[in-house]
């Protein structure tokens, strides 16, 4: 059997979300009329703490729905240099909407730079620059190996946001890991911000579809966006039977896939081949890297062999580019796999001679 650690999107369906799914009640939801998709956009809300949600495709195009709807064409986007909005949805609200995207640097708990962020905001008065009409902030962080911003931290940003009457957004896709990580609701972490996406289809194992939460009136500028961008899916109450039983049984379960991020963390930390921070693993997912037994770090070439030969041995993990390796524990994997992707580990280790 293969170990596929290389993200909780490979996570399939629980028995008892196809059978919700080949019972769910259905209607046309372009119309608003699947009952199925109503009933997960309320509970969706009701969790969250947020008046109304829109339940969307993709995270990507969650994501992209909220950055055009709070900015308009020449508004600029303030996002992390290591966020998922900047590297891996095709540059989003940049591409559709004509929004400039300001860059900042990401601090390595995932949080914004803040001072940073202050530079960066700017308003209609200088002809010089496009005004700033959005933050964009990710929890848990995926590049930076599942780090969680806590209250505090998502106060501090919608603090500076709002005091410039800029909008803060949340990627979300993963919070119900930050929230079982911190031990706090969810709706604490989702109340300072304006807007956030979460998905189904991650740890909670969905086979697809993600929510966007907001206030009514957002949601219902989001709902026209979604339209535009080919995001109406008519009886779309069949994936979203699975999404309630998604957000109703698999929350909790989440503290399991965390243990066993950080039992393979730790021992991951007893091979002297292996650079990682096991103490700053605290939800699903864990980043490292290689060094040579001088402790200079492996080539780009040494690390795809080492994939390679883990891969043989039935361990599947993401080079994330630049010798930097991901892997991710979920709804499948259990204690005895994580111990047999030790070991196979350690027997790639010695093959790739490092
Ligand atoms: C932090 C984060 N945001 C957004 C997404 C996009 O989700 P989707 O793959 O459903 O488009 C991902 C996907 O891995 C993610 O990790």
């Not at 700033?132 to 505090?152: K, M, Q, S, W």
């Not at 979300?172 to 031990?183: P, Q, T, Y």
């Not at 492996?298 to 030969?309: G, K």
């Amino acid at each position: 059997m293969l170990i596929d650690l290389r993200s909780d999107t490979v996570t399939l369906p629980t028995q008892a979300m196809r059978e919700a799914m080949y019972h769910a009640e259905l209607g046309d939801d372009v119309f608003g009329e699947d009952p199925t998709v109503n009933r997960l956009q309320a509970l969706a809300a009701e969790k969250l703490g947020k008046e109304a949600a829109l339940f969307v495709p993709t995270g990507t195009m969650g994501n992209a729905i909220a950055q055009l709807t709070h900015a308009g064409r020449g508004q600029a986007i303030i996002v992390g240099d290591e966020s998922h909005i900047y590297h891996y949805e095709a540059g989003g609200a940049s591409t559709l909407g004509g929004c400039p995207m300001r860059v900042v640097p990401t601090l390595p708990d995932g949080m914004l730079d803040l001072e940073k962020v202050a530079g960066q905001i700017a308003n209609e008065s200088n002809a010089h620059v496009a005004a700033t009409a959005l933050v964009c902030i990710e929890n848990t962080h995926n590049r930076f190996g599942g780090t969680v911003l806590g209250v505090d931290q998502i106060e501090a940003v919608a603090q500076l946001a709002h005091a410039h009457s800029v909008a803060v957004h949340m990627d979300g896709a993963r919070i119900f890991h930050a929230a079982v990580a911190l031990g706090v609701p969810v709706s604490e972490l989702a109340r300072p911000v304006d807007s956030l996406m979460f998905c189904l289809s991650k740890g909670l194992s969905a086979p697809a579809g993600s929510l966007l939460v907001g206030e009514q009136a957002f949601i219902h500028r989001a709902h026209r966006i979604r339209k535009l961008l080919g995001g109406g899916m008519r009886q779309a109450g069949v994936l979203a039977a699975a999404g309630i039983l998604a957000l109703e049984q698999m929350v909790e379960r989440l503290a399991q896939d965390h243990a066993h991020c950080q039992l393979l963390a730790h021992g991951l930390a007893g091979y002297p081949q292996i650079v990682i921070q096991p103490e700053r693993v605290v939800t699903n997912i864990l980043v490292f890297s290689l060094q040579n037994a001088q402790q200079q770090p492996c080539s780009i070439t040494e690390t795809n062999h080492f994939l390679a030969r883990a891969r043989d041995y039935g361990v599947l993990m993401l080079h994330m580019g630049g010798g930097i390796i991901r892997a991710v524990t979920h709804y499948g994997i259990e204690k005895e796999h994580i111990l047999d992707a030790l070991a196979g580990i350690q027997r790639s280790l010695i093959d790739t001679n490092l």
